[in-house]
């Protein structure tokens, strides 16, 4: 069985504790999957220069924000990490011609405790993490995640889990409730993404800054879109995306969620 690969909106750390639509999907989204063998996730809050992939068998906690609650700061997620697949992932990106650099005692960040905390509660699926380039834009991340496209044939859930829009600007200004709608600047950004992933057109998404409807509005720095490619690249070539989940946190926040294969 070939595993579809995930782009996961993370939202803020208040995912894990707030009722909201996005953590009652995530919550029973894990168990409809089903149980991968491992688990090779690219988080928009490990930022490196070149792809980076941590090999740590234990890995720790990064609580990587602050002013939330307290409670967060005594959350663990003691999932294993998976040297030998980390250096698998090293592996298929160095035969892309990418210069992968394995890392040591890197723990999880919020962008992967939170959505796998929801997704798989037991903790008992090992866990690779992977750097996204923010200096390095999308092609190089759609390349990155179709090197990574054989570890959807060996049991093993790639994700990439960022935001699909991510003006943290707007979102700390206020005037937005929980539960607001969307404005018309991140619904049609929103509505250009899900044509362009809908349809696998690849171009389109590598090139969304210059064709998307308020793309920079949306994503005034890439880094939280990134992993969406990379999400798409590991589909494998002519991937085509279905939006498993729709919501929105304070109007400008979106947390939806694609599978691709």
């Known amino acids: 069985m070939r595993w579809p690969t995930l782009f996961i909106s993370h939202g803020s750390p208040m995912l894990v504790i707030d009722p909201s639509p996005a953590r009652d999907f995530l919550s029973r989204y894990g168990r409809e999957l089903g149980k991968p063998r491992a688990i090779v996730i690219a988080s928009a809050h490990f930022n490196a220069a070149r792809p980076a992939v941590v090999a740590d068998a234990r890995p720790g906690m990064i609580y990587d924000f602050g002013g939330f609650n307290e409670a967060l700061f005594r959350m663990v997620y003691p999932a294993p990490g998976a040297p030998d697949l980390a250096a698998k992932v090293a592996a298929l990106l ?86 607001a709608p969307a404005p018309a600047w991140v619904a049609d950004f929103e509505d ?35 992993p969406l490619h990379i999400a798409l690249g590991a589909g494998g070539e002519g991937a085509k995306g279905t939006r498993v989940h729709a919501s929105h946190r304070n109007g400008v926040l979106s947390m939806d969620t694609y599978a691709f294969g």
């Open 94 to 179: 160095e035969g892309a011609g990418l210069t992968p650099a394995i890392v040591p005692e890197r723990g999880y960040d919020h962008g992967v405790w939170v959505p796998l905390m929801l997704l798989y509660p037991q903790a008992d699926v090992p866990v690779v993490q992977l750097s996204v380039q923010p200096a390095l834009g999308a092609a190089h991340h759609l390349a990155l995640g179709r090197a990574l496209a054989p570890l959807a044939d060996d049991g093993i859930l790639v994700i990439g889990s960022g935001s699909l829009t991510h003006n943290l600007q707007e979102f700390f200004r206020g005037g937005h409730a929980p539960d």
């Open 192 to 226: 250009w993404i899900h044509d362009k992933a809908t349809a696998g057109a690849a171009d389109d998404l590598v090139h969304y800054r210059e064709r998307a409807p308020h793309a920079r509005d949306n994503h005034p720095s890439e880094e939280h879109l990134l």
